[in-house]
C-alpha cells in the first residue's frame, strides 16, 4: 500500500463543504484552554475538543498518570482477570452517578457505549423470560454514535439511510424542538413536555410487551444544543414505568460536568435504568465509554443466561489500565478543583454572554445551560449549515474554536473556562457574525 495525502480515512466526511475537507487545520499542541496550531497561532477551545475535554488541556496530573500506568502495568484483559484501576473506577464512578445505578461497564467510546446500552436492556427483559420485548425507540434529532445501534435508534435519517434498514423493530419518538414556541427561552422551554406522550403513540402501535427500551439524550448535544422541555423527562420516566419500558439516557455529551452536575441525571433529577457515558470520563485523553446500569438489569445481563456465552460481551479494550489510569485523575480533578460546581457557578455568566448576541441579525435563537450553548441561525435559502459554517471559518481565523451543525453554532468549553476566555468567544461571535450576509 502507497501512503498518501489524501486524509480523507480519518477526515470526518459529514460537512459537505469541500474547503473545510480539503484544507484540514492542523492542531499541534495543546496547554489549558488552547490549541496551538502548526503555524504556533493560539485558539481558543470553545468545544473542549469534540465536546470532550472538560478539564482542559495537558493537565500535569493526567499526563504523569498516564505515563507512570505505561511503565506500571500496559495492558491487561477485562476477561476473566482483572486490575485493581478497574474496580477502583468503577466504584469512583458509581459513587458520583445519582440513584441506584451501581453497575459499571467499560468500553472505549460513546459508540460502543450505546451498543452495550442497548444489548443489556434487550438481555434485561430476555432473561427475565420477556422474550417479545425486542424493540428500541429512540427519538428524532437524537444523536447515538456510529455503530450499527446507534445509528438505528439514532434520529438523522441521513447517517443510516445509505446502510439499509440496520436494526428491526426501531421506532423513533417526535423530538422536543419547538423553535416557534420557545426562541430565546433561558433554561429549559416552558413548552413540549406533553412531546413525550408520542411514546403512547408507539406503544398503541405495537404494544407494550413488544417494546425493550427508549434511548434519549437528556439534552440532545450535537443535533444542536436541545434543551428538554420542563416536564419532558419526568414525563417520559413515568410512562417507561407504566409499562415496563427500560430508559436509557445517553450522556455522552452531558456527563461529567457539562451541565453544572455530575450528570444530567442529577441535574434534571430523572433516574433511567441505563446511562451511557464516555468523552469527559478521561477528558478525551485515552478513550474510554462506560455505562452504567441499575443492579438488577447489570445481573441478568452478566449472569442471567443459562449458557453465558449467549450473553458474551465486552471489548479486548474495556478498562484499559492507560484509560482507568488516566480517568481516575480526571476525576480526581473535577472533585479537587470543583469543576462541576465551576461550571455551575460560571453559568449565569455564560447565558448573559450568550444572550448578548440576541438581535444580531440571522441570529434566531440562543439556548444554554451549563457551559454549553446553542447559538441557532436561520439558513441561506438552498444552503442549510453555510452561515454556521462561514462563522466556524471566521472564528477560527480570530483565534476561536467554535464548531457546527447545520445552522447552530454550538460551545462547550473546558470547565476550566474564565471570564476573559468567555468574553472572547462571545466577543469573537459579536464581530463575526454581523459580516455574515
Ligand atoms: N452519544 C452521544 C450523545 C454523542 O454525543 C456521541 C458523540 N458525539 C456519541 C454517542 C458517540 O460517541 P463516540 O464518538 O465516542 O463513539
Not at 451543525?405 to 459579536?430: M, V, W
Request: charged share 20%.
Amino acid at each position: 500500500a502507497t501512503a498518501t495525502n489524501d486524509l480523507s480515512s480519518f477526515w470526518m466526511p459529514f460537512t459537505a463543504n469541500r474547503q473545510f475537507k480539503s484544507a484540514p487545520r492542523m492542531l499541534t499542541r495543546a496547554k489549558g484552554m488552547f490549541y496551538e496550531t502548526s503555524e504556533g497561532r493560539p485558539v481558543l477551545d470553545g468545544t473542549a475538543g469534540l465536546w470532550c475535554c472538560n478539564a482542559g488541556h495537558g493537565d500535569p496530573r493526567i499526563v504523569s498518570a498516564i505515563q507512570n500506568q505505561a511503565a506500571e502495568l500496559d495492558y491487561a484483559p477485562a476477561f476473566q482477570m482483572g486490575h485493581p484501576l478497574a474496580f477502583t473506577l468503577a466504584s469512583r464512578l458509581a459513587q458520583l452517578m445519582p440513584g441506584d445505578l451501581n453497575r459499571v461497564f467499560f468500553t472505549n467510546s460513546g459508540s460502543e457505549s450505546v451498543d452495550t446500552a442497548l444489548k443489556i436492556a434487550l438481555a434485561y427483559h430476555r432473561v427475565r423470560g420477556e422474550a417479545t420485548r425486542t424493540r428500541l425507540i429512540g427519538r428524532e434529532r437524537g444523536y447515538h454514535g456510529v455503530g450499527f445501534g446507534g445509528i438505528s435508534v439514532g434520529g438523522i435519517v441521513n447517517n443510516r439511510r445509505f446502510f439499509g434498514s440496520l436494526l428491526n423493530g426501531v421506532d423513533h419518538m417526535r423530538h422536543t424542538h419547538q423553535p416557534e414556541l420557545n426562541a430565546f427561552t433561558r433554561g429549559q422551554p416552558e413548552h413540549g413536555a406533553e412531546l413525550a406522550d408520542d411514546l403512547e403513540r408507539i406503544v398503541a402501535l405495537h404494544g407494550a410487551e413488544t417494546i425493550a427500551a427508549v434511548i434519549v439524550e437528556p439534552m440532545a448535544g450535537s443535533t444542536g444544543v436541545l434543551m428538554p422541555p420542563k416536564g419532558y423527562l419526568e414525563r417520559l420516566r413515568s410512562i417507561c414505568d407504566k409499562y415496563g419500558i427500560l430508559l436509557i439516557f445517553d450522556e455522552v455529551i452531558t456527563g461529567f460536568g457539562r451541565l453544572g452536575s455530575s450528570f444530567a441525571v442529577e441535574r434534571f433529577g430523572v433516574i433511567p435504568d441505563l446511562v451511557t457515558t464516555a468523552k469527559g470520563i478521561t477528558s478525551g485523553t485515552v478513550p474510554m465509554g462506560a455505562v452504567f446500569a441499575r443492579d438488577g438489569i447489570y445481573d441478568a445481563f452478566m449472569h442471567g443466561a443459562p449458557n453465558a456465552i449467549e450473553l458474551f460481551h465486552g471489548y479486548t479494550y474495556s478498562a484499559h489500565p492507560l484509560a482507568c489510569a488516566a480517568a481516575l485523575a480526571t476525576l480526581d480533578i473535577y472533585r479537587d478543583d470543583k469543576l462541576f460546581e465551576r461550571a455551575d457557578s460560571l453559568a449565569q455568566y455564560w447565558e448573559d454572554a450568550a444572550f448578548s448576541l440576541k438581535g444580531i441579525s440571522n441570529v434566531v435563537d440562543i439556548r444554554t445551560m451549563g457551559l454549553i450553548a446553542g447559538i441557532e441561525l436561520s439558513s441561506r435559502p438552498g444552503a442549510i449549515g453555510e452561515r454556521a459554517f462561514e462563522a466556524f471559518l471566521k472564528c477560527y481565523d480570530k483565534g476561536v474554536m467554535i464548531r457546527t451543525t447545520g445552522d447552530i453554532i454550538a460551545l462547550s468549553p473546558p470547565l476550566i473556562i474564565e471570564k476573559e476566555h468567555i468574553d472572547q468567544i462571545f466577543n469573537t461571535l459579536a464581530e463575526v457574525l454581523p459580516t455574515i450576509a
